[in-house]
């Protein structure tokens, strides 16, 4: 999206003064205000079109409308699990919208407008067109504005456009909505107001509703991607066999028999989607979503609670994340020949209007005595990192204050020289250093235009700051390192700082790596990342590269950070995590929110998403093998022309106890498995031969019946016994090993199941009949030579499954 380059027409406004109350007021009325609500994720509409109007959904809802138009509304209870999944889906999907709409108005900032020559504080929805914004360092512009003073004010524009360096601004030049003063000050007249302003132009951007990696969704969209073109061809082979079963389509039609045709195609079609899956698998984020927000995590979009249980490389931002992001002076160490005035040096940056945290942490010990006169100024600018100031007297020259290798070069990192030895030793205790230099030069208006540093700069002292490293900070990499997780620290301090916090939280690394001389390529990039952990001095731009290069990899990365700088890396990121005191954009772009700030959810997160991947590739197994057996009964029974021996309520009864309820239980028990991927894979090499065992054996078992005249009644009756005691079986095989609770569902459905085939009321409904003495010898033999398969199955499968755990375990 590219920026603005053309200012709307403008009424001069004398910055100095402002608008008038009855300017205001005159705005207000004409609606020329920043008001602006954006959607912090998809519209309601989105949300309902994405989790109603499915292809699927489509599919059931025709069968469900067609069975009640035929009058046959006892064989339309399968519609209920469309309708569960779709209300469960858009109610989820609404909670989450909400709350990150919540989320972004109690943390929107402030502004701050000149009228009538006094400064006022507005929400930033109160700002009206042709405004004075007074902009200072830390601000973020609430409007799209023009600057109409100036004094070295440099304002970060990476969110908004991708440029990590800070810009320069200057009179006529634009400030963009949703932007961060780093450095300086000015007053600039508002142009655009609302949602004509860039901010919320780019909102839409930035927040439009991208999907989280999930491979649980994408596995099962997959399989419903086959089954839709699969089903359209398999609905018409079941009809048409049907329709001969009843004598021909001709006869079928004349003697009303095609509507039981309809009624056996549309069981055949029902039970080859996996709804109940898709069912299953919402509620598992659902649940897991709320288990988080109840311990302060909140969930942007439900797949993330699976996301970071993929992750194998997380990177960190050192300030906010590892450290608490506060900042504390700890001490000044002076140089051999620093000479005098340097205490009134730091007393001046400290109490200067535009200091950055840092330099006011020196306003407490060095309060400042008597007000010098600076006769040039170059404002802190994070790009260069520094700022100067030149007095005329007490002593003449220049002071510098800031990064000492952007200052000294190479002679601050150099243990030989004497600032290098103060510096590095004083760096590697995982103090923040800076350092204060004098030049007895004056700068010139040209010095201070060009920011160029004095000649003859001598260094006076090295001024130290620490942070506080957070409590819970070592506790949590060291889960992570024993989960086979990566960590890489990503910090845009010294190198030497960033490395000793990372010793402290328990990294080994001996040293950090310097991100100035990081290459270009990317593929070298990605060779720098496998070799090195700890990174300082990295700018916004390469902490998005480092993201791109791991991915490039084949690694699932999650990045956490909590300021606008990190804003970048974390939407590229698979897993973007944001602590809920950074800046808005970036909890926007997030997948997670640690709304605490507490780090230490993350093993919380991790585990939640284990239990999900685990459970939904356990109950998947059930809702495939189901899909399998019903596909391969839907195409022999298409191709040998038999009546399919089922009604729609009668799978319903297996459906139900067999897989749809049990599953419910499975699906949220307790489960640390840990993640290993190819999760449909190992599905299916289950599902497709248990179902066609599943299906073949009902096959056998209704010819069989067929040729011995079995009444229809009493085969349907049969082929539901069998269906209903094989599910139970493999429902048992999937569950292993039987815990206490396990024995409880598995007991409480079969239980069900024996008062479905003997409660006068139920049997009445489902149609079940005593299926004979030559159908029950059928059924018994049909029963155990499946349950046999079965067991066959499982046992090849989970030597299939252990060997490839050891592949994957040999690979990492």
């Known amino acids: 999206m590219d920026a603005p380059t053309h200012a709307s027409p403008m009424t001069l406004i004398d910055p100095a003064v402002g608008l008038s109350a009855s300017d205001v007021a005159e705005r207000t009325s004409a609606g020329l205000i920043n008001a602006f609500t954006a959607d912090s994720s998809r519209s309601a509409w989105n949300i309902v079109r994405a989790n109603v109007f499915t292809l699927f959904n489509g599919i059931v809802f025709a069968c469900f409308f067609i069975l009640f138009v035929l009058g046959r509304w006892q064989d339309a209870l399968f519609g209920l699990a469309a309708f569960a999944n779709s209300i469960i889906g858009c109610v989820q999907e609404f909670r989450a919208k909400s709350a990150l709409d919540k989320l972004a108005l109690l943390n929107a900032p402030r502004a701050r407008v000149r009228r009538e020559r006094e400064e006022l504080e507005l929400v930033p929805g109160e700002v009206v067109l042709d405004d004075i914004l007074v902009l200072r360092a830390g601000d973020q512009v609430p409007a799209d504005a023009v600057i109409v003073t100036t004094r070295a004010l440099q304002i970060d524009e990476s969110m908004l456009t991708g440029e990590s360096d800070a810009v320069d601004k200057h009179p006529g030049d634009e400030a963009l909505s949703g932007s961060i003063v780093v450095a300086g000050e000015g007053d600039a007249q508002v142009n655009r107001v609302g949602a004509d302003s860039y901010a919320n132009k780019f909102a839409g951007e930035a927040k439009r509703f991208s999907l989280v990696s999930s491979e649980l969704r994408n596995s099962i969209n997959r399989v419903l991607t086959w089954m839709s073109w699969i089903i359209g061809p398999m609905g018409l082979l079941v009809l048409n066999a049907q329709m001969m079963v009843a004598g021909g389509w001709i006869k079928a039609w004349e003697s009303g028999d095609w509507v039981q045709a309809v009624v056996n195609t549309i069981a055949s079609l029902t039970a080859m989607i996996p709804l109940g899956l898709v069912l299953m698998t919402s509620i598992a984020f659902a649940v897991g979503a709320s288990r988080l927000a109840a311990k302060q995590v909140l969930v942007n979009e439900l797949p993330a609670v699976e996301g970071l249980a993929r992750v194998d490389v997380i990177c960190l931002d050192k300030t906010g994340t590892l450290t608490a992001g506060e900042i504390a002076f700890d001490a000044v160490h002076e140089l051999p020949d620093a000479g005098h005035g340097a205490t009134s040096a730091l007393a001046w940056f400290g109490t200067t209007p535009d200091a950055n945290a840092t330099a006011k942490c020196l306003r407490d010990p060095f309060p400042l005595a008597q007000r010098l006169d600076a006769v040039a100024y170059v404002p802190f600018s994070s790009a260069r990192k520094w700022s100067a100031v030149s007095f005329a007297d007490g002593p003449v020259g220049t002071w510098v204050f800031g990064a000492p290798e952007m200052i000294f070069g190479d002679l601050a990192s150099d243990p030989m020289t004497p600032l290098g030895a103060v510096v590095t030793e004083l760096a590697s205790t995982g103090r923040r250093t800076l350092v204060l230099a004098f030049s007895p030069v004056v700068m010139g208006a040209a010095d201070v235009e060009a920011e160029s540093l004095p000649m003859g700069l001598e260094s006076a002292a090295v001024v130290t700051f620490r942070e506080q490293v957070r409590a819970d900070a070592a506790r949590t990499l060291e889960y992570f390192r024993e989960q086979g997780v990566g960590i890489r620290v990503i910090s845009g301090d010294n190198p030497r700082t960033v490395a000793a916090i990372a010793r402290e939280v328990g990294v080994e690394v001996h040293e950090g790596y310097d991100a100035r001389a990081l290459p270009e390529d990317d593929a070298d990039l990605a060779d720098v990342l496998a070799r090195h952990q700890v990174f300082g001095r990295v700018t916004p731009e390469q902490k998005k590269r480092m993201v791109v290069a791991l991915q490039s990899r084949g690694h ?150 067929t040729r011995l005249e079995v009444p229809e009644a009493q085969l ?97």
């Open 716 to 812: 349907r009756t049969g082929a539901t016994i069998i269906l209903a005691v094989v599910g139970i079986w493999v429902l048992t095989v999937l569950s292993r090993p039987i815990t206490r609770f396990k024995t409880l569902v598995i007991g409480a459905m079969f239980i069900g199941l024996v008062g479905v085939f003997t409660i006068p009321l139920a049997t009445e409904f489902f149609e079940l009949v005593d299926p004979g003495e030559q159908a029950a010898w059928l059924v018994v033999a049909v029963t155990v030579l499946s349950i046999a398969g079965i067991e066959i199955v499982r046992f090849i499968h989970r030597r299939y499954v252990a060997a490839s755990l050891r592949q994957t375990d040999a690979a990492t």
């Open 556 to 705: 699932v990365v999650a990045m956490t950070g909590d300021g606008v700088n990190d804003a970048l890396a974390i939407k590229t990121a698979d897993i973007g995590i944001a602590m809920n005191s950074g800046a808005a954009a970036t909890k926007a772009v997030a997948r997670l929110v640690l709304l605490d700030g507490q780090f230490s959810h993350l093993p919380d997160v991790v585990a939640e998403g284990r239990q999900v991947i685990a459970n939904i590739e356990r109950v998947s197994m059930l809702f495939l093998t189901k899909t399998a057996y019903a596909t391969g009964l839907a195409l022999l029974f298409g191709l040998l022309v038999l009546e399919f021996p089922f009604l729609p309520r009668q799978l319903s009864i297996t459906d139900g106890l067999t897989i749809g309820i049990p599953a419910f239980f499975l699906a949220l028990m307790s489960n640390t498995q840990r993640y290993v991927p190819g999760f449909l894979k190992r599905s299916l090499t289950f599902a497709i031969p248990a179902g066609a065992i599943i299906a073949a054996g009902l096959t056998f078992y209704t010819v069989a019946a």
